[in-house]
């Protein structure tokens, strides 16, 4: 399978990854085909980093390069033009690539509002990972970031995704659901909500409203096929241990639950 210009990758190789690791994979080959240093950015720095999108990634590359350099778009390539200061660029795997910071912003500027959410959500995330420190953006630094662009192409989009993002969504498709949520006007739900059993074991759901007695979940499948969330288990048991935590989450809260996936969540009708 060709990849990029002279690189190409065996069949079944390339069968075997993911959307994310295929795009990254062709950013990887297109990279070995240059003899200049780029600068990879927006959706591309978000795939090396590892942030989130909803939806496929593009089918182009995109470069960040500063003004006067005279570079230009090419078939497979976006190239955008724009100043880069030294923090705004990092070293990662052998590749140049903008920072997760520049990356967010550059991001939340262009890419639909969905898409800047769930890639924000990710980087205000604490969590006690490598990955997480990696990815991890401060509110503050977002915030500083949106006010020093004031007025520029872009800042309001990414002033309303700075403001929207919440770093207790637990996956794309959570971030995904607050913002079909909102769209819907809906009443905004709290996140990973906690309940207590009986036994003082603590569940949490993704969502809860308050007042109506709800929970909610969103289901995106991936715990039931790939090996990384089966861990050795069969897919069975994975189903009984998921409606066994849903029994005791409704036993000890005394709360109704809707669940849902991606199709639902897609649709607003």
Excluded at 21 to 35: D, L, P
Aim: charge should be neutral; charged fraction near 30%; glycine fraction near 8%.
């Amino acid at each position: 399978t060709r990849v990029a210009r002279g690189r190409y990758l065996l069949a079944s190789e390339w069968e075997s990854l993911d959307r994310d690791a295929r795009y990254c994979a062709r950013i990887h080959a297109f990279a070995e085909t240059t003899r200049t240093t780029q600068v990879f950015s927006h959706w591309s720095a978000a795939a090396l980093w590892g942030y989130p999108i909803i939806g496929a990634w593009p089918s182009r590359i995109h470069i960040t390069f500063n003004p006067g350099t005279g570079q230009r778009s090419t078939p497979g390539v976006v190239r955008h033009i724009t100043e880069l200061s030294d923090e705004d660029v990092v070293e990662l795997d052998g590749l140049f690539l903008t920072s997760p910071l520049r990356t967010l912003v550059d991001l939340a500027r262009s890419a639909p509002f969905a898409t800047g959410v769930a890639a924000c959500d990710r980087a205000l995330a604490e969590g006690g990972t490598v990955e997480d420190a990696i990815l991890h953006v401060e509110r503050e630094a977002l915030v500083e970031r949106v006010d020093r662009l004031d007025g520029q192409r872009g800042v309001r989009r990414l002033r309303s995704v700075v403001d929207f993002s919440d770093g207790r969504s637990g996956s794309p498709g959570e971030s995904f659901s607050r913002v079909q949520i909102a769209r819907l006007r809906l009443p905004q739900p709290d996140l990973q909500v906690e309940v207590v059993d009986l036994e003082g074991r603590a569940w949490h759901s993704d969502f809860g409203w308050q007042g109506r007695r709800l929970l909610g979940e969103f289901d995106g499948m991936v715990k039931y096929s790939r090996n990384r969330y089966l861990k050795g288990r069969d897919v069975a048991d994975v189903v009984i241990e998921e409606k066994l935590r849903e029994d005791a989450i409704r036993l000890a809260s005394g709360c109704s639950m809707v669940r849902w996936i991606w199709p639902v969540a897609s649709d607003l009708r």
